[in-house]
Structures are given as structure tokens and as C-alpha cells.
Nanobody, 122 residues
Framework: EVQLVESGGGLVQAGGSLRLSCAAS????????IGWFRQAPGKEREGVSC????????YYADSVKGRFTISSDNAKNTVYLQMNSLKPEDTAVYYC???????????????WGAGTLVTVSS
């Protein structure tokens, strides 16, 4: 059974940092891509970043380039999202997801975690 468990969300002031973790199990970790997506109230879920765990290739939405960094620890089956210089508009529930290709399109991801809430105060 595929399981994705996010952690690390919380309340932070604008300009601050958080690191999200996604612990994965139930599949061969380095054969897939794992992405971070977010959904703000009243908005659609959008892709934030994705990593192809086989070779470490990374992808970012324009809105987070230069501020967020995705990484993976294949020995721990865990993907991280380091978020720096946070802005109030980064407030959302953050989800990790796994799929066959590295993409920011949520439709192409197969399994999802339950999400972790990030709130950035101004």
C-alpha cells in the first residue's frame, strides 16, 4: 500500500522558513517522481516543485523559484521541501504526491498524502 505522510507545516512570519518532509512507503522510491503541491482556500491545487528521485532532477513553479528547494534522501525514502523567504501568499495546505513522471501537473500524479498546513502571517 502506497503511503505518503507530510510533516513540518506550521505558522511562520513572512520572511521566515519552514522545511516540509514527505515520508514515503509502499513503492520503489527511486523509480518514481515525487512532487509538492499546494491548495490555498478557494483556489485550485497547484504544483510547487517536483523531483525525479532516480537522478535528482528538479522542477519548480515560477512563483517559488529561488526561494524553495526540493531534495530527496533515498536511503530514508523521504523528500523535503525547504521553504525560505516565505510570503503570505504561500499560505496553503501542502501535499506531496507520487507519479511516474516528474511534473507539476496534479492530474499526472497517482497517490497523495493528506497534506500539512502552512500559514504565513504578514
Amino acid at each position: 500500500e502506497v503511503q505518503l505522510v507530510e510533516s513540518g507545516g506550521g505558522l511562520v512570519q513572512a520572511g521566515g522558513s519552514l522545511r516540509l518532509s514527505c515520508a514515503a512507503s509502499g513503492f520503489t522510491f527511486d523509480n518514481y517522481a515525487i512532487g509538492w503541491f499546494r491548495q490555498a482556500p478557494g483556489k485550485e491545487r497547484e504544483g510547487v516543485s517536483c523531483i525525479r528521485t532516480s537522478d535528482g532532477s528538479t522542477y519548480y513553479a515560477d512563483s517559488v523559484k529561488g526561494r524553495f528547494t526540493i531534495s530527496s534522501d533515498n536511503a530514508k525514502n523521504t523528500v523535503y521541501l525547504q521553504m525560505n523567504s516565505l510570503k503570505p501568499e504561500d499560505t496553503a495546505v501542502y501535499y506531496c504526491a507520487v507519479g511516474p513522471v516528474a511534473t507539476l501537473f496534479r492530474e499526472l500524479m497517482d497517490y497523495w498524502g493528506a497534506g500539512t498546513l502552512v500559514t504565513v502571517s504578514s
